[in-house]
């Protein structure tokens, strides 16, 4: 599957289980929901193309919306490590960075790079990336590797 379709299924799956599960139980009936569950197939497609290659002030507010709609809590968002493994953490991260943290933990910056929280610390040891001062990694420098790279099979 591709990078895009990749995404794509995520969302959907994120739609799924956050959304429209739950819609569909409050309202004891399918039939309501699949309407919306069809146009939520078609709009997510759109989304992913947004993310992936629309410029960089239309991915982010698409960030902005996709994060407030699908991880609505009322403290920052801190995704466990291996969501920054995932399409949507790829994106998010390749576009934004971090949206609430200037710097992250070993463990974080491994799953954002694809590497291992190991190879992160071999990065901060040789230079390669730089160390925050309040610890961590930060998160532009990450941004700025990815970028910088291609995806890799392991990190796409």
Not at 133 to 147: E, F, K, T, W
């Amino acid at each position: 599957m591709s990078e895009t379709g990749d995404l794509t299924g995520q969302l959907l799956r994120i739609l799924d289980n956050r959304l429209l599960d739950p819609l569909e139980i409050l309202l004891e009936d399918a039939h309501v929901v699949d309407d919306v569950r069809g146009l939520l197939r078609r709009r997510a497609a759109g989304w992913a193309r947004i993310l992936e290659t629309g410029d960089d002030a239309a991915a982010i507010r698409m960030i902005a919306r996709l994060i407030a709609t699908l991880y609505p809590d009322d403290r920052a968002f801190t995704p466990p490590v291996d969501w920054w493994r995932t399409p949507l953490g790829q994106i998010v991260v390749r576009r934004a960075g971090h949206p609430f943290a200037a710097s992250v933990s070993y463990a974080t910056a491994g799953a954002m790079l694809g590497i291992s929280r190991q190879g992160v610390h071999d990065l901060v040891r040789r230079g390669r990336l730089p160390r925050h001062p309040d610890g961590g990694v930060p998160v532009d420098a990450i941004r700025d590797r990815l970028r910088n790279s291609p995806p890799t099979e392991e990190s796409s």
